[in-house]
């Protein structure tokens, strides 16, 4: 697409537009001399698309000094309000391809939320994120402005395509092609203007004269009548409305309710039920009521994801309500086709190590549970909790099995970098269900659903016995960025087979679709190299050793999955190993 000839806002005008927008203001306003790089596109108007999603120019700025990014999209017309717009600066390969390093973005087009952005290395790893990406709506023109420490000296000189999507079938409805960012020099201070000639004396005033002239005043200008702000709902399911799921197996839905209007609204609910032979859990439902989820106040032009746990015996139907003061209503539905079944050889089921409450006498001691969080720009954000005894309890995944834990303790990642993981006194009321692990503050409710400040710990795990053998082919597949949306996005895909002999096989791939680099297939075989292949032991405490073939010996943490019945259940619901958690593949 040809660069417009229309002139980009200058080095001043970013500034004053980053300090409108209150991002690091002090970082876009340094007077140190920097290089920006700019960038413009048009699209051609398109009559089939409504003009609140029809892009017609996009701009991008890139200050390599401060870091500053910034974005200015417009419309054929004012934008439509709860659409998600996301694209992303990166550098230039040889080919010419917009590749990693880069900043990948995306943000909803109501002006009340924030924009969330992922920073990648040359590598294409994720090494940073955020959400305070601000914006500003003017008519029909959107203003995206990010500002981060770790942009500066990226070297930013491309912007991948735009795609603007429906928040509730997550299509993309707008697609504009990435360009080019070119080195901009700074400004030259202007010389100052000339000054003007002294003023003259003025002429003396005429005499006043007789005659009197009567002035009409102009009319008062007509008031603009008011324009009322109504909220508007609307409510689906993210991705496909047909699901093949599998006979008794739990999988989780995405349901997605948005406020398109210019109003917020308030006292909104999501009612979930399934027909015949179709269980619901929403996450966060309150106490003996699985299938509703309160979700208060929904700011205009925002959106709110709920995840829902489904389970089916017979093919069925999932029905959605969202509800909203001012007798606002939205509804859908998802059909739940059931896999054919097939036979599957026994296996060996594994069994618990007995826990120590008899002696303890808690009510939580020994025992392991996980969660994950819903993000649209990664797959899989999970956490976990161990209660060791009745003080101390483990926050987050242990290393190497079952901690010891007598003083409060940091973990460290893989760089050495401090986390929010580590061991923590705790306290629970088991009558009020009142639970705190460190500074965290929770509760825990009659049905045994975990919850320590934002976050839910929805499944519990199992410490499978030492020596214990397990026989299962297991899968986890994850993504970080905009799949489907814009280049930008990671994918990856691990493996593990465990064989009741001892043996097992574990591997993994990754694809990266930003840029044009291609990646070869990762092809699942029973001929693996020695450093993807070996013999494990199960020790105690739940601790797994791996012992690979090319001498390398690595010791994680194992649970057990549990069926909705508490039984152990590695084969239909899968094993936690280290923070990830495999499950069965949905396809077989």
């Not at 790089?37 to 701009?59: H, M, N, S, T």
């Not at 973005?105 to 290395?121: C, D, K, M, Y």
């Not at 659903?449 to 597949?477: K, T, Y």
């Amino acid at each position: 697409m040809p660069v417009v000839p229309r002139p980009l806002p200058s080095a001043r005008a970013v500034g004053i537009v980053l300090c409108a927008l209150a991002v690091l203001c002090a970082l876009a306003a340094s007077p140190a001399r920097a290089t920006q790089f700019r960038g413009a596109v048009e699209d051609p108007a398109e009559d089939a698309l409504p003009g609140g999603r029809d892009i017609v120019r996009a701009e991008a700025v890139y200050d390599d000094a401060s870091g500053a990014l910034l974005l200015v999209t417009t419309f054929r017309e004012a934008p439509t309000q709860g659409d998600v717009l996301a694209g992303g600066f990166g550098t230039r390969a040889a080919s010419g391809a917009c590749n990693y390093p880069g900043t990948v973005f995306a943000g909803l087009t109501g002006a009340t939320e924030n924009v969330q952005w992922q920073r990648f290395n040359a590598a294409g790893t994720r090494v940073g994120s955020g959400q305070n990406g601000a914006r500003q709506l003017d008519g029909a023109t959107l203003i995206y402005a990010l500002a981060d420490p770790g942009f500066v000296a990226q070297g930013y000189d491309c912007l991948v395509s735009l795609a603007l999507t429906d928040p509730v079938t997550d299509a993309a409805v707008e697609n504009v092609p990435g360009f080019a960012l070119a080195p901009v020099a700074p400004e030259q201070p202007q010389p100052p203007a000339p000054q003007p000639p002294a003023p003259q004396p003025p002429a003396p005033a005429p005499a006043p004269s007789t005659t009197t002239t009567t002035t009409t005043p102009p009319p008062a200008p007509a008031r603009r009548a008011a324009v009322k702000k109504v909220a508007k709902l609307s409510a689906g399911v993210v991705g496909t409305t047909t699901r093949t799921v599998a006979r008794g197996r739990w999988t989780t839905l995405k349901l997605r309710v948005v406020n398109g209007g210019t109003a917020a609204a308030r006292t909104t609910k999501l009612t979930v039920s399934g027909s015949r032979g179709v269980a619901v859990r929403v996450a966060g439902a309150p106490r003996g009521k699985p299938g509703l989820r309160t979700l208060k106040t929904l700011k205009a032009g925002t959106a709110s994801t709920v995840a829902v746990r489904v389970r089916a015996t017979r093919a069925g139907t999932v029905r959605f309500r969202a509800t909203a003061a001012g007798r606002l209503s939205a509804r859908g539905s998802v059909a739940l086709r059931l896999k054919s079944s097939r036979a599957t050889r026994p296996r060996r089921p594994a069994t618990r190590t007995p826990t120590r409450r008899a002696a303890v006498r808690h009510p939580l001691a020994d025992r392991y549970f996980w969660g994950t969080e819903v993000d649209p720009m990664y797959a899989w954000d999970n956490h976990a909790v161990w209660f060791l005894d009745d003080r101390w309890a483990y926050y987050g995944f242990p290393p190497a099995g079952r901690p010891r834990c007598t003083a409060e303790t940091t973990a460290a990642d893989e760089d050495g970098r401090p986390t929010d993981e580590g061991c923590r006194p705790f306290t629970y009321d088991e009558r009020s269900g009142a639970l705190t692990v460190g500074g965290l503050s929770g509760s825990i409710d009659r049905a045994g659903n975990v919850r320590l400040g934002e976050l839910e710990f929805d499944w519990e795990l199992s410490i499978p016995q030492p020596g214990a053998r397990l026989d299962v082919d297991l899968e986890h597949r994850g993504f970080s960025g905009m799949c489907g949306l814009i280049m930008g996005c990671t994918t990856w895909h691990y493996l593990i087979a465990l064989r009741a002999d001892g043996r097992f096989m574990r591997s993994n791939s990754a694809t990266t679709t930003m840029g044009d680099g291609t990646s070869t297939p990762f092809v699942w075989g029973a001929s693996m190299p020695p450093d993807k292949t070996g013999t494990y032991e199960i020790l105690a405490g739940g601790a797994i050793r791996f012992s690979y073939l090319d001498g390398r010996v690595a010791t994680e943490t194992i649970g057990i999955e549990r069926s909705r019945e508490g039984r152990d259940d590695p084969v239909g619901r899968g094993i936690v190993v280290g923070d990830t958690n495999y499950y069965p593949d949905d396809d077989d």
